[in-house]
């Protein structure tokens, strides 16, 4: 049988032993990773921007690379065909803003929760079920980042399904927030809330839901807790840096499982 959207047969990734993933939400960072950290990668999948590569990480074993696109209703398709595919580790690869003031551009956040704010995780489970990663999972990719990065923090996020209201951006089309998004940032603070995103909130009810295991990664590459949008510019000259952490982190880590230093129970 056909995925709908990958494009490939049911069977396909088990036949070539192929049972964890690394997710992002850009089709170029998707490309990045297969061409620059995998060998013998090939491109099992171009529809609808949502590129997957397969390769073979240092170690010789074969992951997936694949593109979640932006936002979670992209996102849920994407991992329920992964998920039938066979997949049982999803590590989300990203990028973030920050909301705390003590987390500046250039670092990374592992998140082991969400407040999931996401239309999308309704229809996989209730508002009050909780979005939270594989405990195992991500405590090995947090102190595996802190190996490879000075500036790494764990903690929860907030995982919304808009890029400008719901992360209370002033300056763009809509000048007029709800009054439920004015002041958002303030308040996500004294919630020792860590980032704003706009995928894992999903993900991690789905692996929940589904039997699998996820954790996320991010570089932060915007300073939401400015107010200052200029500040934002700051993400050109530190995104491919921080992309190269996440990736390796994440690597390594799928490389621990392989090894049998991390193991996962079902």
Same mark, same amino acid.
């Given at each position: %049988? =056909?995925?709908?959207h990958?494009?490939f047969?049911?069977d396909? +990734?088990?036949?070539?032993?192929?049972h +964890?993933?690394?997710?992002s939400?850009?089709?170029?960072r998707?490309r %990045?990773?297969?061409e620059?950290?995998?060998?013998?990668s090939e @491109? /099992?999948?171009?529809?609808?921007g949502l590129?997957?590569? #397969?390769?073979e990480?240092s170690l010789? %074993?074969p992951?997936i690379?694949?593109t979640?696109g932006?936002g979670a209703?992209?996102?849920? #398709?994407?991992v329920?065909?992964?998920? *039938?595919a &066979?997949i049982?580790?999803?590590?989300?690869?990203?990028?973030?803003?920050s909301i705390?003031k003590?987390i500046?551009?250039?670092? +990374?956040i592992?998140?082991?929760?969400?407040l999931c704010k996401?239309?999308?995780?309704k229809?996989?489970?209730?508002?009050?079920?909780p979005s939270?990663?594989?405990?195992l999972?991500?405590?090995? +990719?947090?102190?595996t980042?802190k190996? !490879? $990065?000075?500036?790494?923090?764990? &903690?929860?996020?907030?995982s /919304?399904d808009?890029?400008?209201? &719901?992360?209370?951006?002033?300056?763009?089309?809509n000048?007029?927030? =709800?009054?439920? *998004?004015?002041?958002l !940032?303030?308040e996500?603070? $004294?919630l020792?809330?860590l980032n704003?995103?706009?995928?894992?909130g999903? @993900?991690f009810? %789905?692996?929940?839901?589904?039997k699998?295991?996820?954790?996320s990664i991010c570089?932060?590459?915007a300073a939401?807790y400015?107010?200052?949008e200029?500040?934002e510019?700051?993400?050109?000259n530190? /995104?491919d840096d /921080?992309t190269d952490?996440?990736?390796?982190?994440?690597l390594?880590?799928?490389e621990? !499982?392989q090894s049998g230093?991390? #193991?996962?129970?079902?």
């Amino acid at each position: %049988m =056909l995925l709908n959207h990958l494009n490939f047969t049911i069977d396909f +990734l088990s036949k070539l032993n192929v049972h +964890l993933c690394l997710l992002s939400g850009d089709p170029s960072r998707t490309r %990045m990773i297969a061409e620059k950290y995998l060998r013998k990668s090939e @491109l /099992v999948c171009d529809n609808r921007g949502l590129l997957c590569y #397969i390769g073979e990480t240092s170690l010789g %074993m074969p992951i997936i690379a694949a593109t979640s696109g932006m936002g979670a209703p992209s996102t849920s #398709i994407v991992v329920n065909e992964l998920a *039938q595919a &066979g997949i049982e580790v999803i590590i989300r690869v990203g990028t973030t803003g920050s909301i705390q003031k003590y987390i500046a551009p250039g670092s +990374l956040i592992v998140n082991y929760a969400s407040l999931c704010k996401q239309g999308a995780a309704k229809d996989i489970a209730p508002n009050e079920y909780p979005s939270v990663a594989s405990p195992l999972l991500s405590t090995d +990719l947090y102190h595996t980042a802190k190996g !490879i $990065h000075p500036s790494v923090y764990f &903690g929860i996020n907030a995982s /919304v399904d808009t890029f400008y209201e &719901g992360q209370e951006r002033y300056g763009n089309a809509n000048p007029h927030l =709800l009054r439920k *998004q004015q002041g958002l !940032i303030q308040e996500y603070q $004294h919630l020792n809330i860590l980032n704003f995103e706009m995928e894992t909130g999903t @993900l991690f009810k %789905m692996a929940s839901v589904y039997k699998f295991h996820a954790t996320s990664i991010c570089g932060v590459v915007a300073a939401r807790y400015s107010g200052n949008e200029e500040s934002e510019k700051i993400m050109h000259n530190i /995104v491919d840096d /921080v992309t190269d952490k996440t990736i390796l982190s994440a690597l390594k880590t799928l490389e621990n !499982i392989q090894s049998g230093k991390l #193991i996962l129970n079902n």
